[in-house]
């Protein structure tokens, strides 16, 4: 899917403020990389590594994996496309709702794709299934130990558990090593999101040496440039650096998800600082979406899109005391006066 | 194929001072680019367009076609991985020697391959041709004119022309608007050669509506990060700073393919500042290459791997009268002592 994700400041004209539509950590200080790559001057002129071995080395160390359990794509989103192409005539189970490229990418490479409400109607039906835990968009997290249970007793079906989000959410996510053991289990992750760079799309696929061999298989030359690789090893190497307030960011959304509440939205329980919400009276999101862009520059992520939601359905992510309070405020006042 | 490439300075343990193995024209002063990108605070934190819409207009407008007929890529090796899935069960010719990517595109996609010395050897037997022109690496030029006529004479062959090199000669390459009129010619274009800028991934394919919307089907979202869009707009905005001095270089190339030719090598007829040149007496460019990098920092492309080229064959690029004096200064010392 290209259009209708969160975060299309692109598609309006008029300044967005206040962005509730990114799941991705805001107001993160980036200078210290700006610094680093700028410092470069041989960042564009040289080519990228033709693959990015030496960057595969560096997560595998910090994973505990031995370098050929790990694939750096261009971004989580190439991971997801290399993973449907793992299975031909496939049947696959997507865990809604839940981000679209899941079910997108199974669709190009040919499967059959079924939505399905919980990780329960599994069965050896599926050459693969597609969980994204913790959960965009609802926050949702299915216990790690729950997962690889349903792996164990399907050992047919291809398990790719999106873990993009794993450092939004105080549960443990399936470790690296947990997955590499297994014949059935790839994990895909984020750099993105780890460390709030959404300009640069850099991601990872983990699995066995087996997965990885075939996913690597079909790679070009140069799928990732300079800049990109050279931020990944600086990010890597500056950890400290990006570690996140996640109790505080909590602790925010919390208040955020009472006063959505407190005006009548339905908010579902989520484990991360974004949410999935409900509007009252089957209302419509892209309408009051719509009303928050043109009375108070503010984007929020309409979900209608996301199978199988509706037109009520939008979500935010907390952004701050401040702003989480106007973005209350400009609802309520859509919901009185606006509709 | 990964490896084996030119400009693989990633490979050696020595400092390359002098890289000859590189197509991509050296020396450019990026610094305003470089400022551009330095300015935008937002440059890493905010996500990028879906897909390149913006990028896309901007080039068609410059080349006088409409915007569907342009679609950008991860580079030109994405274009040409993308063209390959184009045909199935196809039977694709590549004309040799050439680029390896042509060749292991097709075979990725499922294609029959066959090498061709020439073009007039093609025939409505196969179902896409793949011609590099001006080809890399000897840098012929097949008249465009030539290959439009062939197209028309074989309207069932997609005709693959990849024009990375089209500023790198003073030849005319087929123009977009006789590629766009056509069913069956798909333009392939490389920022990363028209601006020098290989650390960033830019290239672009250009086609009839009809083949350029099959390609753009399989599109992932954000496949183009922030940077690598906002300099490839920026480079489009400041097209006379990066005039290339095709005349001094094409200069320079000619005193290099004559002091070569003095000490003995055999160096095919280019149109551009890169050559191929055979050693005598079967000798080794392989040993010769990693001669240089020893003595003299020095880095050449063996060319060996190019189908189907043996182990004598290895191209340069002109670099500059002082550094090309160097090189063959540094290859007579080798034949004379050195093997």
């Known amino acids: 899917m290209i259009y209708g994700h969160g975060d299309d400041i692109h598609g309006h004209s008029r300044p967005i403020r206040y962005n509730f539509s990114s ?4 107001g993160v ?3 210290g990389l700006m610094l ?38 261009n971004g989580a989103t190439e991971a997801i496309y290399l993973a449907a192409t793992l299975k031909i005539d496939a049947r696959s189970a997507v865990l809604t709702p839940t981000f679209a490229e899941y079910a997108d990418a199974a669709a190009a490479a040919g499967h059959e794709v079924r939505n399905m409400p919980s990780i329960l109607s599994l ?26 249970e349903i792996a164990d007793a399907l050992p047919y079906t291809l398990m790719v558990v999106d873990q993009a989000y794993h450092r939004y959410t105080p549960f443990p996510a399936i470790e690296p090593h947990e ?33 990885i061999a075939r996913m690597r298989s079909g790679r070009m030359p140069w799928a990732m440039s300079t800049p990109a690789l ?20 909590l602790a925010q959304a919390q208040r955020l998800k009472q006063g959505l509440e407190e005006i009548g939205i339905k908010v579902e329980p989520s484990t991360t600082p974004f949410m999935l919400c409900e509007l009252p009276d089957l209302a419509d999101a892209y309408s009051l979406k719509q009303y928050l862009i043109d009375k108070a520059d503010i984007l929020i992520r309409a979900a209608g899109n996301m199978r199988p939601l509706d037109r009520p359905y939008f979500r935010v992510a907390s952004i701050g005391a401040e702003a989480d309070a ?10 009185q006066y606006g509709r």
């Open 23 to 26: 799941n991705v950590r805001q």
């Open 29 to 31: 200080d980036h200078s």
């Open 36 to 73: 680093h790559l700028w410092e470069d001057l041989t960042l564009l002129s040289n080519y990228p590594e033709p693959a990015p071995v030496s960057l595969e080395e560096k997560i595998s160390e910090a994973l505990g994996v031995k370098s050929n359990c790990v694939m750096v794509t």
């Open 123 to 148: 069965s050896k039906d599926y050459d693969m299934a597609w969980i994204c835990n913790p959960n965009n968009p609802t926050g949702r997290m299915i216990p790690a130990q729950e997962i690889l």
């Open 179 to 211: 997955a590499v053991l297994r014949n059935n289990v790839l994990l895909i992750y984020s750099m993105t999101k780890d460390y709030s760079v959404p300009g640069l799309r850099i991601g990872y696929a983990v699995g066995n040496p087996h997965i």
């Open 230 to 249: 050279k931020a990944a090893h600086y990010l890597l190497d500056h950890e400290a650096d990006y570690a996140m307030p996640l109790e505080d960011m």
């Open 326 to 335: 106007l973005l209350v405020k400009k609802i309520k006042e859509w919901m």
